[in-house]
């Protein structure tokens, strides 16, 4: 059996709200694993339980009921955080410091020092080319760049587990497409990717396994072949056929007995890989 | 611990724990208060008459503990009462500055010399008012310059320099030698003291009635001491006793009078601290 | 993507972490400090240097020694208020403003436990003040000094003018204007002023876990610190003046639970020259110290349950 990087067990979160204490169930016996090494995405609507079940799992939130785990410890022990980069949705960092400064305190509070820690810092900031900005405050920083800072933050000290909070919420389709990208990358250096999105066709495109979140309960969780593939039925993409051959086709259909032609067509790509195919010619165009 | 922690509200145990921090160093606050004012390096709380005079910002100032730049404060404001010779106004800011800063002599010797002297000398002088009323009023303000020395005698029993205030009032004012003598023999053994303080105890016990041979045994005392003693208003005194209470010839000081000797050289003669006149 | 290989292998486990690191409140500390500086809050030095020297210009109507001591008396306090209040603002202006950020997240989510980032801002704070205090009593020393020498030198002149007195009644004189003047023991007024702001800082830090925004905690703890001064007013002047049993228990009740910043202003008895008991002086040491401990503990109780 693998060894588990995240292990969700019978977690509820319950809040008080106003001053009459209403109390608002956000995660109601939520449990689920990551695999070490995997990528798994959380997936569900604005306001399923998401944040609220990240934000225990990193230790900013006590469970209400049920445990939390990252590689075994408790996700309240500060040796649990050591092992997790966390990229917030929007990165939070001191405007007063410059890129460079940035990582050396963060990576300063993992306990890194000295030349290592120089080291890590230069390694990181050439990663996200960053290095030219290196000694500019954060205060002058593109949103794109304070991304890349924040990624940067999040390896400092070279966790095991990477946890993304709405990755490519507000980002480009080119930036989306690198930082999928980034993901699978994560996944081939050996980094367990736990992210948490709305965005359902970002998630199938990186995740290995996910879970499916609605009112604080997970509905349905696994591979995503598994999930999305629909068994009773089949797709067939046909490129230089005749006329002739489709109509050959419908009329092999309708001899067997049970079988029906659902759909029949020119197939569509998806709207953003339309984009960026129309960006990437713009591109090779200009530059030609 | 942790089941506590859960289950108990956290602003309950916050106040818990409040109240525990505040029983467990009062004692200790109390102890250390007491060796702070002891020692005068935390002045005492001001009394309620100079809470109630205090304006607003004043207050908040004094409660923010910057009672020090209160008091120079109103030291300004009463030195700008001085200039407009508003000396009910002046009283007032000094009784506040004195209940701010009670340790600080200056304060003290301050309003004395503000209410003894200054004042007295406006009423000899202000011809707007009816001469009763100045009369009534230069006592008023001498005796109320002298219930301010009183007071910060008694808040600083080692200070020489309220009772010499005092003691200018009694002189020059009230023109009370007996009073005068008693403030500077109350002076003049207090630490510090300059020694003419003992001499000038001696002149003016020899200018109160009845009080003539004590004076004279405390002159000759200082006499005896030496030449640095031989000051010449000092011989004139003893001399003057001698005649008074006609000591024989044979105990009689030698030396010549001064009056004579300075007729004799067309010299002035001693005169004393800070250019004053001898009584008559 | 990686200095290690491209081929798919799992990470090492983290280097063990300390349960409770030095390091770290240093880190977080230090980062304060930066932070305070970069916010451009030693500006209000200056402010300080332009009032000292206005303090310094004073023409006050007195003797050279008592006019000497006002200035002395004037500057010094200025100095305790722009500590405290320093204290305030800036401890007021960390943790809130963390929080309203967010980059609070980002620091928690790091091995960092919670005590660990009071402390740490706790003492960059006072790090800051500390520093802006040796800097204010620089700028105080050199204007003390400066009109000690002039009135020395005047008084000397005008004695000499006079020629009646002897060297050692000149000497008297001037021995008078210098103990006014800059004097060793002024320093431990210095420290006076840094313990009380210590303590202001402590009381904001716990105020700031449980308050909604900076403006709010200065608010609250200026109130805090004014009736932290009432302490002795309250037994003597509202007790006496009340029957009622409700007012006199709430007395009470304050004076357990709001702190005691009236004993903290005892660098105003320093500065009019009174003598410093080194054992009380200790015995305020350990009080700061207990203050800063406790204060943090609250806001540790607080804190330690705050959700992000």
Redesign the interface.
């Known amino acids: 059996m693998s ?1 588990l990087a995240v292990e969700v067990k019978n977690l509820t979160k319950v809040f008080a709200t106003g001053l009459l204490k209403q109390y608002v169930v956000a995660v109601d016996n939520l449990s689920f694993d990551v695999k ?2 995997e990528v798994y995405g959380l997936i569900g609507p604005n306001g399923s339980g998401k944040s609220t079940t990240m ?1 225990v799992v ?5 469970p209400s009921k049920g445990s939390a785990k990252v ?1 075994g410890l408790d996700s309240g022990d ?2 649990a ?4 980069g ?1 990229l ?1 949705e ?5 405007k ?2 410059s890129g460079a ?1 940035t990582l050396k ?2 990576g ?4 890194l ?1 000295g030349s290592e820690l120089k080291d890590r810092i230069g ?1 990181l900031l050439d ?1 996200v080319g960053l290095e030219e900005a290196a000694d500019r405050r954060l205060g002058g920083y593109s949103k794109g760049m304070l991304q890349r800072i924040g990624l940067a ?1 999040t390896l400092i ?4 587990l990477v946890i993304l909070d709405e990755p490519t919420a507000g980002v480009d389709p080119v930036g989306s497409r690198q930082i999928r990208d ?1 993901i699978l ?7 367990t990717v736990f992210l948490c999105s709305h965005l359902l066709e970002q998630v199938q495109e990186v995740c290995d396994r996910v879970g499916i979140i609605f009112k604080g309960r997970m509905r349905r969780e696994g591979q995503l072949d598994e999930l999305i593939s629909v068994e009773d039925q089949h797709a067939m993409t046909l490129e230089g056929a005749s006329p002739e051959l489709i109509e050959k086709i419908h009329a092999l259909v309708e001899e067997e007995k049970g079988a029906k032609l659902i759909e029949s067509g020119h197939p569509r790509t998806t709207l953003e890989r339309l984009f960026i195919s129309i960006a990437g010619d713009k591109e090779k165009g200009e530059k030609s | 611990m942790s089941i506590v922690l859960q289950k108990v509200p956290r602003t309950i145990l916050v106040l818990i724990g409040l109240i525990l921090f505040g029983l467990i160093r009062t004692p200790f606050e109390d102890n250390a208060r007491k060796g702070l004012v002891d020692s005068g390096m935390l002045l005492p709380p001001p009394g309620l008459s100079a809470m109630d005079q205090l304006s607003q910002s004043a207050l908040m100032g004094t409660l923010g503990g910057l009672r020090s730049l209160v008091a120079t404060y109103l030291v300004l404001e009463a030195y700008e009462h001085f200039s407009n010779k508003d000396w009910e106004e002046l009283r007032n800011t000094y009784n506040v500055v004195v209940a701010l800063e009670p340790y600080d002599e200056s304060h003290w010797v301050s309003a004395t010399w503000h209410l003894g002297i200054n004042a007295t000398a406006n009423m000899e002088l202000d011809e707007k008012l009816p001469k009763f009323e100045r009369d009534r009023r230069f006592k008023e303000y001498a005796f109320q310059g002298i219930e301010f020395a009183e007071r910060g005698m008694e808040q600083l029993p080692e200070s020489y320099a309220i009772p010499v205030q005092m003691a200018e009032i009694y002189r020059e004012k009230l023109e009370d030698n007996c009073a005068t003598a008693r403030v500077y023999k109350n002076a003049m053994d207090l630490p510090g003291a300059p020694g003419y303080l003992r001499r000038f105890y001696g002149y003016f016990l020899a200018n109160c009635p009845g009080s003539e041979q004590e004076a004279y045994d405390h002159l000759i005392g200082l006499y005896r001491e030496g030449r640095h003693q031989h000051k010449a208003t000092l011989i004139k005194e003893i001399k003057n006793l001698e005649k008074k209470l006609d000591i024989p010839w044979s105990l009689r000081i030698s030396d010549p009078d001064p009056d004579v000797e300075s007729m004799k050289r067309r010299n002035r003669p001693e005169s004393l601290p800070g250019g004053l006149s001898l009584p008559q | ?4 290989s ?1 081929e ?12 409770f ?1 030095f ?2 409140v240093w ?2 500390a230090s ?1 304060t400090v ?2 305070l500086v ?2 451009k809050t030693f500006y209000f030095l200056l402010a300080f240097a332009l009032i000292i020297v206005g303090i310094g210009n004073f023409n006050i109507p007195a003797t050279p020694a008592k006019e000497l001591s006002m200035i002395k008396k004037v500057a010094f306090g200025t100095m305790d208020l722009f500590a405290w209040l320093f204290a305030i603002i800036s401890t007021a202006l960390l943790i809130p403003r963390d929080q309203e ?3 609070l ?9 919670r005590i660990e980032y009071l402390f740490g801002k706790l003492f960059g704070v006072l790090a800051v003040v500390a520093t802006s205090l040796v800097a204010m009593f620089v700028i105080c020393a050199i204007m003390i000094y400066s009109r000690e020498t002039l009135y020395v030198s005047a008084e000397i002149q005008a004695m000499e003018a006079n020629a009646q007195y002897t060297p050692e009644e000149m000497q008297a004189q001037v021995e008078l204007i210098r103990q006014q003047g800059l004097r060793p023991e002024l320093t431990v007024a210095v420290l006076a002023s840094f313990l009380k702001a210590s303590v202001v800082a402590a009381v904001t830090i716990f105020i700031s876990t449980f308050a909604s925004s900076s403006l709010f905690t200065i608010i609250i703890s200026i109130l805090v610190f004014l009736i932290g001064h009432a302490h002795s007013l309250l037994s003597n002047y509202w007790t006496t003046q009340t029957d009622n049993i409700f007012v006199i228990q709430a007395v009470k009740v304050i004076k357990v639970i709001i702190p005691n910043f009236q004993l903290f202003s005892f660098s105003e008895g320093i500065v009019q020259g009174a003598p410093i008991i080194a054992a009380v002086l200790w015995q305020m040491v350990g009080l700061t110290g207990g203050y800063l401990i406790v204060y943090v503990l609250l806001s540790l109780l607080v804190f330690v ?1 705050k ?2």
């Open positions: 060894e070490a090494g934000k990193l230790g900013l939130m006590a590689f500060i040796r955080r050591n092992e997790i966390f917030p929007n990165p939070y960092f001191y007063h410091l400064e305190f963060y300063k509070l993992c306990g020092k390694y990663l933050q000290q070279n966790p095991r980034l990358r994560l996944r081939e250096d050996g980094f | 993507m990686s200095e290690e491209s798919k292998s799992l990470r090492a486990p983290a280097k063990a972490v300390p349960l690191s390091a770290r880190t977080i980062s930066t932070q970069r916010m950020d967010r980059t997240y980002t620091i928690l989510s790091k091995p960092v436990r349950d959700e992000f």
